[in-house]
């Protein structure tokens, strides 16, 4: 799990044999390593769970004037979620494209994308998505939706969102009771239970 996820030593000193997924996201968390909790659970979800949590996180940070495309990345992210078809992880792709992978919907969206299926084009010869990297994309997305505005709330947020992360891993929705986009507007998490 430290090998993929890509954590650092100071991560992999907190990780001890035989110790559950549990035990070492409490253990990253008491240490103050959210970014590396984070990474963890991204990985440690089932990759609709996953992706789920990326658009509650995003969902709550993001701003009320966000961009149609970024808009739309995040909905197909959503729509994969709910109907994981092989359309709809396509067009999460192609609806991250059109933000240029600039936004933590982007990321989400991809992170539906790597979740199975061949990345290559339709009708091309398969080539399967290596392990963790619809993990990547999601950490990446939960990560980003926690800086991207006021970075200095980045730390509260990450807080949040394990807190929404491990409800979902608990079998909860994950969603958020108060928005995090710092300006009041949004919503609180995605509207529609999973």
């Not at 807080?159 to 608990?170: E, P, V, Y």
């Amino acid at each position: 799990m430290a090998d993929l996820c890509a954590l650092d030593d100071a991560a992999r000193l907190l990780l001890a044999p035989d110790q559950s997924p549990t035990d070492y996201l409490a253990a990253l968390i008491g240490a103050g390593r959210r970014a590396d909790a984070v990474r963890v659970l991204a990985h440690a979800l089932p990759p609709r769970e996953a992706v789920w949590w990326a658009c509650v996180c995003i969902r709550a940070t993001l701003p009320p004037d966000a961009p149609e495309p970024v808009l739309s990345a995040l909905e197909s992210a959503r729509a994969w979620v709910f109907q994981p078809s092989e359309a709809n992880r396509r067009a999460a792709y192609a609806s991250a494209q059109a933000t240029d992978f600039q936004h933590a919907a982007s990321w989400a969206a991809v992170g539906a994308f790597w979740s199975g299926g061949s990345m290559a084009p339709a009708g091309a010869p398969d080539v399967p998505a290596p392990d963790g990297l619809a993990g990547k994309a999601v950490a990446a997305a939960v990560i980003l939706a926690a800086v991207t505005r006021q970075p200095e709330q980045g730390n509260q947020r990450l807080a949040a969102f394990l807190d929404s992360g491990l409800d979902i891993a608990a079998g909860g929705n994950g969603r958020l009771t108060e928005t995090l986009s710092g300006s009041g507007a949004g919503g609180a998490g995605e509207g529609d239970a999973r």
